[in-house]
């Protein structure tokens, strides 16, 4: 058999999707799985794609299966395996031969392992891969990163194997390092914030307008016609759908309501917090969550205080929802950008942010009809804030005053949103051109003579409250 144009590692779901991909896109590729019976059955079960795909035993069978330079992707659970694998594969390689880590590092890793490279002088990539199994399987969206040389030795494949919008593959280098796995986790984190707002404005259709699920599923569905047609608003009208075949009632309606996480989102807000770059809705979809968890001491809350959320009909419309959505998407997304700018100023990493609102319009999880906006909006001028660009200023007029409506008379009748709530206090600081900032200035001067600036600009940057303090 000809030697392989590309080698895989890690033949889990994802990894399994992934390299049926690249042999289906015609590409010859060398597979190894930690168990050898994983890589066999897979093999088995490739069909006619087998023919295009050399099960290695062992590592050195890989990579003697592989065409020199080789290319070598890693899908195996992110964190200690990755630093494993790679500690075991390199010994094995050239120095020409590149190593790329397809799964959801932390960027941190993800530098650190860059560094570990550029030391030994080998190439190493850390790439960013949305859309689940099926996106892995058919057309993913790929977020490259790491040295732009090595990205574009492989960007033929990926450019293959990801999703196409109106035919540009969703597939592009971000920048140096860790900027890849960085754009990954803020699609997580814009990922996590949509879902949030979603199952907030859910929440109000089921417990403030005493609609069923399939009711709710007909709504999604509507919506998905309009400005928020995306996979996520799609997906959330096939699961209100969905009847359980246990019981036959609402598939949600039997799922318990305490979300897991494996931190991508956390880790979005986490990165924020250093860059003093702001991403409320985000922050307030992984607190949801950790929330959601905490079964036990909801119950207790609700027992003790009584249930929170009261009717809301005749309070609100599904107009009102749907434009507090709208609304909502937009400031989340707006957030994001603003953080993936900070990060790539921060760090020297130069992402394109035009780019990186394009790769997201298909294949990923957070794909929708408002990314491709958001790219000409970015592509207009990458440094303005989103909520500035024509287009999203024309429709948060349209909508701010729906978000308005529907987190005031949500918090009214106890009804919780943590995301679209937190969206709106920043649309509304961002609309404050005096804030209140000058009171804590005030404060911090006056208990440690931290000073300040005046609006009239005369040099003189504490208040008299000297002897007091
Ligand atoms: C994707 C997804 C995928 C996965 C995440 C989120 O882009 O394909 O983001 O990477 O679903 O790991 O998972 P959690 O919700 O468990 O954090």
Redesign the pocket.
């Known amino acids: 058999m000809a030697l392989a144009e590309i080698g895989l590692v890690g033949l889990g779901v994802m990894g399994a999707a992934l390299a049926l991909n690249i042999a289906e896109k015609g590409h010859r590729i060398a597979v190894w799985n930690r168990s050898h019976d994983v890589t066999g059955t897979f093999h088995a079960g490739a069909g006619e794609l087998a023919t295009r795909i050399t099960p290695a035993r062992d590592l050195a069978d890989l990579v003697a299966a592989i065409a020199v330079p080789r290319a070598i992707i890693l899908m195996v659970p992110a964190g200690d395996p990755v630093d494993q694998m790679i500690a075991a594969l390199r010994p094995l390689l050239g120095p020409d031969d590149l190593i790329i880590d397809a799964g ?1 590092a932390n960027f941190h890793d993800t530098e650190r392992r860059a560094a570990d490279a550029v030391a030994q002088g080998v190439p190493y990539i850390g790439m960013g ?4 199994e099926e ?1 892995a399987r058919h057309g ?1 969206a790929i977020m490259g990163g790491g040295p732009k040389a090595a990205w574009d030795r492989i960007a033929p494949i990926m450019e293959a194997i990801a999703a196409k919008h109106e035919g540009t593959p969703c597939a592009t280098w971000m920048g140096p390092g860790g900027a890849g796995h960085f754009v ?1 986790t803020v ?2 984190g814009i ?2 914030a949509d879902m949030q707002m979603i199952a907030e404005v859910y929440g109000l259709m089921r417990d403030g307008l005493d609609m069923a699920a399939p009711g709710i599923a007909g709504v999604f569905e509507a919506w998905n016609e309009g400005a928020l047609r995306s996979y996520l608003i799609e997906i959330s009208g096939h699961v209100a759908r969905a009847v359980d075949p246990e019981t036959g009632s609402a598939m949600l309606d039997v799922i318990l309501d305490a979300a ?6 956390r880790w979005t807000a986490i990165e924020a917090q250093h860059l003093a770059a702001p991403v409320p809705v985000i922050e307030a979809a992984v607190m949801a969550r950790n929330v959601s968890s905490r079964l036990s001491e909801r119950r207790a809350g609700e027992t003790v205080f009584g249930p929170g959320p009261q009717p809301l009909a005749g309070a609100l419309t599904l107009k009102d929802l749907e434009g507090a959505l709208i609304a909502g998407k937009i400031l989340c997304y707006a957030q994001g950008f603003t953080m993936l700018d900070s990060a790539s100023k921060t760090w020297n990493w130069g992402v394109p942010l035009p780019e990186c609102a394009k790769v997201w319009r298909e294949g ?2 957070i794909r929708s009809a408002m990314l491709d906006h958001m790219a000409q909006a970015l592509t207009e001028d990458p440094a303005r804030n989103l909520i500035l660009a024509p287009a999203f200023t024309d429709l948060l007029k349209q909508h701010h005053e729906a978000l308005r409506r529907v987190v005031a008379t949500a918090a009214l009748k106890g009804h919780s949103l943590p995301a679209l709530s937190a969206g709106l206090a920043w649309f509304d600081l961002m609309r404050t051109a005096r804030g209140t900032a000058n009171m804590l200035q005030a404060q911090r001067d006056f208990f440690g003579a931290h000073g300040f600036d005046r609006l009239d600009g005369k040099p003189i940057h504490h208040g008299p409250w000297g002897s007091h303090a």
């Not at 897991?260 to 989102?265: D, V």
């Open positions: 959801n891969v949305s859309g689940g996106g993913p990954k699609h997580n990922e996590y897991g996480q494996k931190g991508t989102g990923c999880i």
